[in-house]
């Protein structure tokens, strides 16, 4: 049976007071048949999660450790106390900009299930490595270095030279991809590892979701630029439930 669709909006760093008002309408738009969650900046998910009660607020990124003296950076029990469910760990802008290693996205993963938070695991190959032919090697021993233990909530497979490009893979691209991550998060977790929603994430957009969301093996998406406004997000959204 194919797994209920999870459509995660990722808004970077962009977001203040004045968006609660989107948010909100995002939220009053979603359907049944489908999870939604948006993950904000820091600053914002409090505020969001008081002004959407029962809607998915999630962070973008969390340290491994529980308390000390790590400036600036986040605890998960912190993210859970300002009301966060959910939490991006992974995304290639935090591997590429802060340099954060495999086994250190794994030891956030680990820190985020230990709060209760539910874990969005972001993998994804360079166009050097989608060129050369070895994206499925790649990111297949990518996501087995950054599983935690417990299984993660979702996976979601961001070619990095897709995101925010415009560009997508074929959509047998994308379906052999998450074919092989399938497989990986089986010998991983077992049959718990069918139920960990495969997300696509780069360059989702209103014109492309439904044919995408129409892959097998495709649980959902992570979207970027377009999931900033109602009038972008939930057409997204609505193409997950109608699949
Ligand atoms: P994009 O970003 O949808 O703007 O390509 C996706 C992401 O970085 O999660």
């Known amino acids: 049976m194919a797994n209920r669709k999870l459509v995660a909006g990722n808004w970077k760093m962009h977001g203040t007071a004045e968006s609660i008002g989107e948010i909100v309408r995002i939220a009053a738009g979603v359907p049944t048949g489908v999870d939604v969650a948006l993950c904000l900046s820091a600053t914002l998910i409090e505020r969001a999660a008081r002004a959407v009660p029962g809607f998915a607020i999630g962070a973008q990124d969390v340290h491994s450790m529980e308390r000390g003296a790590f400036t600036g950076d986040v605890a998960a029990h912190q993210l859970h106390d300002a009301r966060a469910s959910f939490v991006i760990v992974g995304h290639s802008e935090r591997r590429d900009g802060h340099r954060e290693s495999d086994t250190q996205v794994r030891a956030k993963a680990v820190a985020a299930q230990g709060a209760g938070l539910k874990v969005i695991l972001c993998v994804g190959e360079s166009?050097?490595?989608?060129?050369?032919?070895?994206?499925?090697?790649?990111?297949?021993?990518q996501l087995d270095a950054s599983l935690p233990p417990s299984p993660v909530e979702a996976v979601a497979y961001e070619p990095i030279w897709a995101i925010g490009t415009g560009?997508?893979?074929s959509l047998e691209d994308i379906g052999e991809m998450h074919a092989a991550l399938r497989s990986r998060l089986i010998a991983a977790y077992g049959a718990a590892g069918n139920v960990v929603r495969l997300l696509y994430g780069g360059s989702v957009k209103p014109s492309n979701a439904a044919e995408i969301f129409g892959v097998a093996d495709v649980d959902g998406a992570l979207v970027g630029g377009a999931s900033m406004t109602a009038a972008d997000f939930l057409p997204i959204v609505e193409a997950a439930a109608e699949s």
């Open 127 to 141: 166009l050097e490595a989608r060129e050369a032919g070895c994206a499925i090697s790649i990111v297949s021993a």
């Open 167 to 169: 560009r997508i893979p």
